[in-house]
């Protein structure tokens, strides 16, 4: 079975989202390695979304519009109750690393019934990615809460 539209639409506006919390984050950061951190991992959740956009415009014949209006399903439920500009940054990062393993539990259940070859490609490469995110948030949430090398 291919990935299904539903499935795309959710995936890639989490991607957007992520995006631009990471984004949000850096831009909060004075201390240059955790704003860079931030920064990469925005650009890494960027070539999520292009590649998933680009798996919907393959499967639909469309291109993809981002709908603001669209709430991401409860697989990304953290980001109803986040409100970046108001929270601390272990907050941050741990509602952050809430969605890097809700999008890992998402893109690993879509996996199982995947048939297609560049659906499991696709989604191998998007579970290794927030696996690697998954590591940089804890690393970061310990060093926060440990150093505070944020210099907050």
């Not at 639409?9 to 984050?25: F, M, P, Q, T, V």
């Not at 925005?42 to 603001?68: C, I, N």
């Not at 490469?125 to 970061?140: G, I, Y």
Request: hydrophobic fraction near 40%; glycine fraction near 6%; proline fraction near 1%.
């Amino acid at each position: 079975m291919a990935v299904g539209e539903e499935f795309l639409l959710k995936a890639i506006h989490g991607e957007i989202i992520a995006r631009d919390a990471y984004r949000s984050i850096a831009q909060k950061i004075a201390v240059r390695d955790g704003k860079q951190v931030m920064l990469a991992m925005s650009v890494e959740e960027d070539k999520h979304r292009e590649a998933l956009s680009d798996r919907y415009q393959l499967l639909t014949g469309k291109g993809f519009v981002f709908d603001p209006n669209l709430q991401p399903g409860s697989d990304f439920g953290f980001l109803e109750k986040s409100t970046f500009s108001r929270t601390d940054a272990v907050e941050a990062l741990s509602l952050c690393l809430g969605a890097e393993i809700d999008a890992i539990n998402y893109y690993s259940g879509e996996l199982v019934d995947a048939t297609e070859t560049e659906d499991i490609k696709m989604l191998k490469t998007l579970v290794k990615f927030e696996k690697r995110h998954k590591k940089k948030l804890e690393k970061e949430i310990k060093r926060l809460k440990e150093t505070n090398h944020w210099k907050l």
